[in-house]
């Protein structure tokens, strides 16, 4: 144990998070079954070069590095299985000026890419730190390439999220993982994170195919894609193969490099708290098949355990309201574990009252994170008075940001309602509703979702004022035939047209709502996962709030402040920084 570990139990009626917290203050102590006047019985004690706390993005890509570099490594996981919120999600990868765009011609420079970021992030994160991300990126990708069966494409044309921003890219720096089989991981496979939308039975889907699925019913595009997908859903079949994309395929990958590394992974071993022996971290404690157990880490341990999505203590603590834990995707096991260890350990903490914000429904069983719905031509968003208040099809963290600074008593912004017409339900996919098709009872049921025939009936169902709801609609439609949106400017950006109807006209982003029913879908603050954590510096060393690092703690990925500061470069800013910094890490050590 600790020397600094108390010996007395906190007093009866203090929250958890002020016990926490009061523990961070005292310097960093040891919050374990002792902490509670209880004594720990715990296994014999293992000892490894690296610990590595959490199994995503972060975490596996560290382990493979810190292995590769010739350390002795173990991962120790939460959930009884591995990938994270990585394996749920689409697997966008952000990293500038690396050799999968560059081999595909991508014009991108290290100038580019530092002076965009720059205009991006703002001097909310320290230069230093948005140096070392853009200077190991590429080196990253290229590594985990040759050490893992991780393979990337490019998604051609999706753009950064401000391509107009000098240095902006508008056809995109993004990349995703290539297909691979699952059957690689043998048994280990069983163990793999599902994902948060499953890919329909018999197609392989990447994520840049989701653009052009959403209009197979309008487009010859749509249909060519539609026709790819199943292609190579029926020679994968043929194979015998179990193809996995998205984050399937990331996840799969990188567990792939660490069997072949010889690096255990442990399932069902939650992080207790860790070791601090001098102001030194020294290992984890956690509990290894139902037993506390002591790891010692002779040189260092990289937490890359995730957020606090998932924890309601933390979200009412540090996040605006209303807020909660039933919004987010992100994987149900972030509950911000290694960020209080690292807290108690005397870590000062960044960006905690931000996430990966967006607009999300809150469909009965699990929330719908929005991309192309919201953009999509025939559709509006709008506020408690019926109102628009933002660029529909913008960056969608910025969405929530403004549903979060605009939402008062008089101007409900949260929740917002996204206004559809029958046109609209006719061409496009809705989440994995196909065109024409009607939508689940229980959305209705739920009070996700409303229909009526006429948009003063809708508008009194959402509890909106129905003049104002009709005003914003002819207003609307006056600018879709017009093709500007001079109030809110949607579709004049690159990015507001990717998921946009390229044979409307004159503007892709924007159609008339005419053609009864219409539809209005709650819109709530959801979030992929939070961006806020333990500060650390450009060596992913954690940081205490005067500055000095503590020696022998890293953190990766949501458990530390994000690179990104308040905003979203492009698709994959999640993923794309947390592997890099993973890596930054194990080198480091």
């Given at each position: 144990?600790?020397?600094?570990?108390?010996?007395?139990?906190?007093?009866?009626?203090?929250?958890?998070?002020?016990?926490?917290?009061?523990?961070?203050?005292?310097?960093?102590?040891?919050?374990?079954?002792?902490?509670?006047?209880?004594?720990?019985?715990?296994?014999?004690?293992?000892?490894?070069?690296?610990?590595?706390?959490?199994?995503?993005?972060?975490?596996?890509?560290?382990?493979?590095?810190?292995?590769?570099?010739?350390?002795?490594?173990?991962?120790?996981?939460?959930?009884?299985?591995?990938?994270?919120?990585?394996?749920?999600?689409?697997?966008?990868?952000?990293?500038?000026?690396?050799?999968?765009?560059?081999?595909?011609?991508?014009?991108?420079?290290?100038?580019?890419?530092?002076?965009?970021?720059?205009?991006?992030?703002?001097?909310?994160?320290?230069?230093?730190?948005?140096?070392?991300?853009?200077?190991?990126?590429?080196?990253?990708?290229?590594?985990?390439?040759?050490?893992?069966?991780?393979?990337?494409?490019?998604?051609?044309?999706?753009?950064?999220?401000?391509?107009?921003?000098?240095?902006?890219?508008?056809?995109?720096?993004?990349?995703?993982?290539?297909?691979?089989?699952?059957?690689?991981?043998?048994?280990?496979?069983?163990?793999?994170?599902?994902?948060?939308?499953?890919?329909?039975?018999?197609?392989?889907?990447?994520?840049?195919?989701?653009?052009?699925?959403?209009?197979?019913?309008?487009?010859?595009?749509?249909?060519?894609?539609?026709?790819?997908?199943?292609?190579?859903?029926?020679?994968?079949?043929?194979?015998?193969?179990?193809?996995?994309?998205?984050?399937?395929?990331?996840?799969?990958?990188?567990?792939?490099?660490?069997?072949?590394?010889?690096?255990?992974?442990?399932?069902?071993?939650?992080?207790?708290?860790?070791?601090?022996?001098?102001?030194?971290?020294?290992?984890?404690?956690?509990?290894?098949?139902?037993?506390?157990?002591?790891?010692?880490?002779?040189?260092?341990?990289?937490?890359?355990?995730?957020?606090?999505?998932?924890?309601?203590?933390?979200?009412?603590?540090?996040?605006?309201q209303p807020i909660g834990t039933g919004w987010?995707?992100?994987?149900?096991?972030?509950?911000?574990?290694?960020?209080?260890?690292?807290?108690?350990?005397?870590?000062?903490?960044?960006?905690?009252?931000?996430?990966?914000?967006?607009?999300?429904?809150?469909?009965?069983?699990?929330?719908?994170?929005?991309?192309?719905?919201?953009?999509?031509?025939?559709?509006?968003?709008?506020?408690?008075?019926?109102?628009?208040?933002?660029?529909?099809?913008?960056?969608?963290?910025?969405?929530?940001?403004?549903?979060?600074?605009?939402?008062?008593?008089?101007?409900?912004?949260?929740?917002?309602?996204?206004?559809?017409?029958?046109?609209?339900?006719?061409?496009?996919?809705?989440?994995?509703?196909?065109?024409?098709?009607?939508?689940p009872q229980s959305w209705y049921d739920s009070?996700?979702?409303?229909?009526?025939?006429?948009?003063?009936?809708?508008?009194?169902?959402?509890?909106?004022?129905?003049?104002?709801?009709?005003?914003?609609?002819?207003?609307?439609?006056?600018?879709?035939?017009?093709?500007?949106?001079?109030?809110?400017?949607?579709?004049?950006?690159?990015?507001?047209?990717?998921?946009?109807?390229?044979?409307?006209?004159?503007?892709?982003?924007?159609?008339?709502?005419?053609?009864?029913?219409?539809?209005?879908?709650?819109?709530?603050?959801?979030?992929l996962g939070t961006k806020g954590g333990m500060?650390?510096?450009?060596?992913?060393?954690?940081?205490?709030?005067?500055?000095?690092?503590?020696?022998?703690?890293?953190?990766?990925?949501?458990?530390?402040?994000?690179?990104?500061?308040?905003?979203?470069?492009?698709?994959?800013?999640?993923?794309?920084?947390?592997?890099?910094?993973?890596?930054?890490?194990?080198?480091?050590?």
């Open positions: 144990m600790a020397d600094s570990t108390p010996a007395t139990p906190p007093a009866e009626g203090l929250s958890r998070r002020t016990v926490l917290r009061g523990a961070a203050v005292a310097g960093g102590v040891l919050m374990t079954e002792a902490a509670l006047g209880r004594t720990p019985a715990y296994a014999a004690d293992i000892e490894y070069d690296v610990v590595v706390v959490g199994s995503g993005a972060a975490g596996m890509t560290a382990a493979l590095t810190a292995a590769k570099r010739g350390l002795q490594c173990v991962v120790v996981e939460k959930a009884p299985t591995f990938g994270g919120s990585a394996a749920r999600s689409g697997a966008g990868i952000w990293i500038p000026n690396n050799e999968v765009i560059l081999a595909a011609g991508v014009p991108d420079t290290p100038a580019k890419a530092a002076q965009y970021l720059s205009r991006v992030v703002g001097d909310t994160v320290p230069l230093a730190r948005q140096q070392a991300f853009l200077a190991n990126g590429p080196a990253m990708i290229s590594f985990v390439m040759r050490n893992s069966p991780l393979r990337f494409r490019w998604m051609e044309g999706y753009a950064d999220y401000y391509p107009e921003y000098p240095g902006g890219m508008p056809n995109g720096r993004s990349i995703e993982p290539d297909q691979i089989d699952g059957h690689i991981l043998g048994a280990e496979l069983a163990h793999l994170n599902p994902p948060y939308i499953p890919t329909p039975a018999g197609l392989v889907v990447f994520s840049a195919d989701y653009k052009w699925l959403n209009l197979t019913a309008v487009n010859p595009k749509g249909l060519e894609v539609s026709a790819a997908c199943l292609a190579r859903g029926t020679a994968a079949a043929l194979r015998g193969e179990k193809p996995l994309t998205m984050g399937q395929s990331l996840a799969a990958s990188l567990r792939a490099g660490l069997l072949a590394a010889n690096v255990p992974v442990w399932l069902n071993t939650p992080l207790l708290d860790l070791r601090v022996e001098g102001g030194r971290v020294t290992g984890v404690v956690v509990t290894r098949n139902g037993v506390q157990t002591l790891i010692k880490a002779r040189r260092g341990v990289i937490v890359g355990s995730g957020g606090f999505e998932h924890s309601a203590a933390m979200r009412a603590e540090f996040q605006r987010t995707v992100g994987a149900k096991e972030n509950t911000g574990d290694g960020i209080e260890a690292g807290e108690r350990a005397g870590a000062a903490l960044d960006l905690m009252d931000d996430a990966w914000w967006g607009p999300a429904i809150p469909l009965p069983g699990e929330p719908y994170f929005c991309l192309a719905e919201r953009t999509l031509p025939g559709c509006i968003l709008v506020n408690g008075k019926g109102e628009r208040f933002v660029n529909e099809a913008a960056p969608y963290s910025d969405v929530v940001h403004v549903m979060y600074d605009r939402n008062t008593a008089a101007s409900p912004h949260i929740p917002a309602w996204l206004i559809v017409d029958q046109n609209y339900r006719n061409r496009y996919l809705f989440k994995d509703i196909a065109p024409l098709l009607p939508f009070g996700a979702a409303f229909q009526a025939w006429t948009i003063e009936q809708l508008a009194q169902k959402i509890g909106v004022p129905a003049a104002a709801l009709r005003g914003t609609v002819t207003r609307f439609n006056g600018f879709a035939a017009s093709g500007r949106d001079t109030d809110f400017h949607r579709g004049d950006s690159v990015y507001d047209r990717y998921y946009a109807d390229p044979v409307v006209k004159p503007n892709p982003c924007l159609a008339p709502l005419w053609l009864a029913p219409f539809y209005a879908f709650k819109i709530v603050p959801g979030d500060r650390t510096d450009a060596r992913a060393r954690v940081l205490r709030a005067d500055g000095s690092v503590i020696p022998g703690l890293y953190a990766a990925g949501n458990a530390s402040g994000a690179v990104m500061g308040h905003s979203y470069a492009g698709a994959g800013s999640t993923i794309g920084p947390a592997m890099t910094f993973g890596y930054v890490a194990a080198n480091d050590i």
